[in-house]
């Protein structure tokens, strides 16, 4: 992990957030290579989400809600973690870390990070959702929440989505975008961050075949996790067993992976009943049932949820596609994307910068450029500027030599194999295009 947080630097994928102030606690922003990678996920996914299916909407609502949205989603109830504080030292932690001795709140219990005895407190909840207030009065009748997920924007729009786009039950709707968690214990990078971005997908079917769009939803959003090209014996499920369950879940699997710091959940497929409807039927007084003309019945839909992160999931990518190899004497740091998420998809390299390469390899550049992005470096020696793009998990280098500008020839070198091949200039798009779909 150490390696990649370096890199993730040194090549523009990740900085840590306000860093010239010391940075901020678990908060990252992405560079330029960084956003392309996370764009890449996000555009994928919405592809497989929205536009291949005729049963799944878009939708981007607000990040601030109605404070009632998180009194009925039970989340200013039940979204907490109970914690304990250090009378001495003030620091905080969750009641379960492992490093404290004794029990909190019994003279036994020792401070993990001063050491002291009996200055633990006793186990407090404590409230994930970040507050803010409305408007010029900052007093208790004005807090709102920043969202701690996106899937209660889809359930308060449930009515409008359906009414607006003529859809009718099964179907769903899909949203990405940023949530915030006050995280007590973040870490691992960009695993657990206190702003990160969801995919979340809200399918809403009868009560009675809510088991079987379950079953398929988990089989899809597997497939898809493999489709990015992950290492398929680094994905598997995890069943929630009773104790792991989310107030709201009849039934969930985490698809798992497996990071440097252990198997960890990249994505919840979640059975999650008519709770949700049923809360904000409740707390809004609003009808939100569904009538299905042809059986001429009235139900509240369940809904069966797929969540993931944007942000592990881009951290997964790097994570999997991280290798070092050993070539001719040097350590060669590669970063192995599949062909459609890599950020820079070719470099595009004059020999040297004279008799006339400089120029060809400049129009090769634009012109390539229009359909995906491309990267033009005519400095330092040709194997220094293949290891760069390595580094930056770009799967082709162009290279424009003699034969290029005689012979209208260009070479094709593979990231992985390394292995060269040449082609006609006029070849060159459609080459590429081949070699990058997917
Ligand atoms: N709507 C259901 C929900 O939010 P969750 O299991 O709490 O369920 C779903 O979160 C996904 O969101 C996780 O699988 C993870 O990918 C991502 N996620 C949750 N908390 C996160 C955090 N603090 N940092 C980064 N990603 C997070």
Known sequence: MDKLVSLAKRRGFVFQSSEIYGGLG????????????????????????????????????????????????????????????????????????????????????????????????EPRLFNLMFKTFMGPVEDQAAVVYLRPETAQGIYVNYLNVLNSSRQRIPFGIAQIGKA???????????????????????????????????????AWRMEWHQALGLAPAKLRFHQHGPSELAHYAKDAFDIQYEFPFGWQEIEGVHNRTDFDLGRHQQYSGKKLEYFDQAA??????????????????????????????QVEGETRVVLGFHPAIAPIKAGVFPLVKKDG??????????????????????????????????????????????????????????????????????????????????
């Open 180 to 218: 915030f968690r006050n995280e007590i214990t973040p870490g691992n990078f960009i695993f657990r961050t206190r702003e990160f971005e969801q995919m979340e997908m809200q399918f809403f079917v009868k009560p009675g075949s809510d088991v079987e769009w379950f079953e398929r939803w988990r």
């Open 357 to 438: 390469m400089p120029e060809l390899a400049t129009e090769v550049y634009h012109a390539l450029k229009r359909r995906v992005p491309v990267f033009y470096d005519d400095s330092g020696a040709i194997g220094r500027r293949y290891r760069r793009m390595d580094e930056a998990g770009t799967p082709f280098c162009v290279t424009i030599d003699g034969e290029s500008v005689s012979g209208g020839t260009v070479t094709v070198r593979h990231r992985d194999s390394m292995n060269q091949d040449r082609v006609a200039l006029d070849q060159l798009e459609a080459y590429l295009g081949d070699h990058l779909a997917g």
């Open 26 to 121: 678990s908060v990252w922003d992405y560079g330029p290579l960084g956003v392309e990678l996370k764009k890449n996920v996000k555009d994928r996914w919405w592809r497989a989400m929205v536009h291949a299916r005729d049963d799944i909407e878009g939708l981007d609502a607000a990040i601030l809600m109605h404070p009632k949205v998180w009194e009925a989603s039970g989340h200013v109830a039940g979204f907490t973690d109970p914690l304990v504080d250090c009378k001495h030292c003030k620091n905080r932690f969750r009641a379960d870390d492992p490093r404290i001795k004794g029990t909190p709140g019994q003279p036994d219990a020792q401070c993990p990070v001063c050491g002291s005895k009996g200055t633990l407190t």
């Open 296 to 325: 001429n019945e009235r139900y509240l839909p369940y809904i069966v949820e797929t969540s993931a992160g944007a942000d592990r999931v881009t951290l997964t990518l790097m994570v999997d596609a991280y290798r070092e190899e």
